[in-house]
């Protein structure tokens, strides 16, 4: 559960950059843009999906103010105990009860290995996405002070249709970014492709094929996670070209653990090529991002460019169950 942990952590570092914005002057922040106290994951569907900073006013004069670091900490934990402590049962009851349904299936589905992937990918997805939105709704509640910089507020609904929402997908830096991180793919692929590597995924040798309709929810997840959430707290402990570039690193460090899943001869070439292409696909969406000022298009590249590569990887792995060669696959991005 690497991610699991480095969520953990990331949630509790923040402790000390919460307790550093009580204390900035009200010089730092722009003016009140935003003046809204008690939310709940329903009320951010209808208005814009970006939270402005307001006042530096000290954190005792907001009522009912709560601790970014604990909300998020308590998320990491258990996704819905951070909106508990938010005084928002629903949200924290929809969370709690979707983590615990997908902690009973991931039991049940422990002898099927197809079923326990897909069981983790929904459970990651739901952490990351719990972490995202009690960091969302705590500045929501705290009338966002203290925070120089405004972060998406997308709700659920939002991210999980983002993929097919034509207003999202026809923007050029889209579909375009979708083209672009695959042809990277491609070409880096081939740049480095040598004769003794392997036909077929080598992913795909010792885990089972993943089905490529969960890149949607890997998209969503990851994307509430690193661009929603980490790369919204280091902006506000740096700046937010800070934020893009520590968000990115991690992105790709989190990716780390897949080489386990490789031949030990060919876990170095993963290290120094595909985690720099997957730190670049990271660094675009943290970009789309910062630019949209909402994770809807970022989670859009993220999803098409991993469901792409998981179709052609899940036919390229049954290609190579019946012994047809006519498809190869070398892509571990």
Known sequence: MFRLALACVFATVFMYADDKEEQKDSDDVAPVLFEETQ???????????????????????VKHYKRPWLATSLSALCPGLGHAYLNDYRTAGTLAGAYGLELGMLNLGSKDTEQLTRNFIALQTTQFYGIYAA??????????????????????????FAPFDWTVIRKPEV????????????????????????????????????????????????????????????????????GMITSSILFAAAHIANAELLPEEERMQ?????????????????????????????????????FVLLAISSAATKAAITKKKEIAFSFTF
């Open 39 to 61: 939310e709940t994951a329903q009320t951010f569907a209808d208005r814009p999906a970006i939270l402005e900073p307001t006042s530096a006013a000290p954190p005792e004069l």
């Open 175 to 242: 579909w375009g970014g979708v083209l672009g991180c695959l042809s990277l793919a491609v070409t880096v692929s081939a740049l480095t492709h040598t004769e003794e590597a392997p036909a077929t995924n080598a992913i795909c040798s010792d885990f089972p094929v993943i089905d490529p309709f969960m890149a949607f929810a890997i998209g969503l997840g990851e994307e509430s996670f690193f661009r929603g959430y980490l790369q919204s707290a280091f902006s506000e402990s740096l700046t937010p070209v800070g």
């Open 135 to 160: 960091y969302r709704d705590v500045r929501a509640n705290n009338q966002n002070v203290g925070f120089r910089y405004p972060m998406p507020t997308d709700s659920f609904q939002q991210l999980l």
């Open 270 to 306: 993963y290290y120094k090529v595909s985690l720099p292409v997957i730190g670049s696909i990271g660094a675009y969406c943290s970009w789309l991002t910062y630019k949209n000022r909402s994770l809807r298009e970022s989670v859009a590249v993220h999803s098409w460019y991993d």
